[in-house]
């Protein structure tokens, strides 16, 4: 499975443990190829020491149009939302209050 690992703000601990397992190819942005049980294992890890670090991971995804999934840990604003299979992401305002539908009235 495709990898790529966008990090901000995060332990540099966290930063070693990454590159065991990815390249990094610029400040904080790691790709790699790796299965699934290594990338559900990063995520876990990562986002339990992240702290206020901000996380974006996106993996490569047969099943949905796009060919990818993505993950988002402390979004700063931001958020993932599917419209008809795809992901988008959407900013959210500060202090908006949205249920789980995608676009509220």
């Known amino acids: 499975m495709f990898v790529t690992l966008r ?7 966290l930063r070693g443990y990454l590159s065991r397992f990815l390249v990094e190819y610029g400040t904080g942005l790691y790709v790699g190829n790796v299965s699934r049980r290594i990338v559900d294992s990063l995520w876990s890890r990562v986002t339990d ?4 670090g901000e996380i974006v991971l996106v993996t490569s ?6 060919g990818f999934k993505v993950r988002l840990h402390q979004g700063r604003g ?4 599917d419209m008809d299979g795809f992901e988008l992401l959407r900013s959210i305002p500060e202090g908006a209050y949205y249920d789980s539908e995608p676009f509220p009235d």
């Open 7 to 13: 990090i901000t703000a995060v332990p540099d601990h």
């Open 49 to 52: 020491a992240a702290g206020e």
């Open 61 to 66: 995804e047969a099943t949905n149009e796009q």
């Open 78 to 81: 931001k958020e993932v939302v």
